[in-house]
């Protein structure tokens, strides 16, 4: 059954500043079973990834619309994929210590991010666009997306 779209999700790969990630290392970590080191997923967590060039790439279709069908699910945050989409730039960690959470995104990623919410916000106003932080005991975004979002221009309620 689909559900009306309520939150999109920033994250981050947990990956040291300037690693480039693959989709296929995402499909991996997130789906291969627990035994052969991955989450044993039926689906990725992410339906957009952007690399560190800025080049935005597609994981799990969906049809842009303001639901979200059963294929469009995504396992980016436990309790709110229902009525997520989920979106991750590349990196997050520091270079040195994988532990300490770092804003690592490149000029190119920034500025990629900023058209896609900026773009996704202009087609679904209603919708509530937060950090993965805001709705788990995680790092991950790595930065803070409130005060990112009024920078770009988003004031949401």
């Not at 040291?16 to 789906?31: A, F, L, N």
């Not at 979106?87 to 490149?106: F, M």
């Amino acid at each position: 059954m689909r559900k009306e779209l309520k939150y999109l999700v920033l994250h981050c790969t947990a990956t040291p500043v300037g690693r480039e990630v693959t989709s296929d290392d995402i499909r991996r970590w997130h789906t291969s079973p627990v035994s052969r080191g991955g989450r044993g997923w039926k689906q990725v967590g992410y339906t957009d990834m952007i690399h560190l060039d800025g080049r935005v790439e597609r994981l799990v279709k969906n049809n842009e619309d303001a639901w979200v069908d059963p294929w469009e699910v995504t396992n980016g945050a436990k309790g709110f994929n229902q009525v997520s989409r989920h979106v991750v730039y590349v990196g997050g960690v520091d270079a040195n210590d994988v532990k300490k959470a770092r804003d690592t995104r490149t000029a190119a990623q920034k500025e990629a991010l900023k058209r896609y919410v900026l773009e996704f916000h202009r087609r679904h106003p209603k919708v509530k666009i937060v950090g993965h932080n805001q709705l788990a005991a995680k790092a991950c975004p790595s930065f803070d997306v409130p005060k990112w979002l009024k920078e770009i221009g988003i004031n949401q309620k």
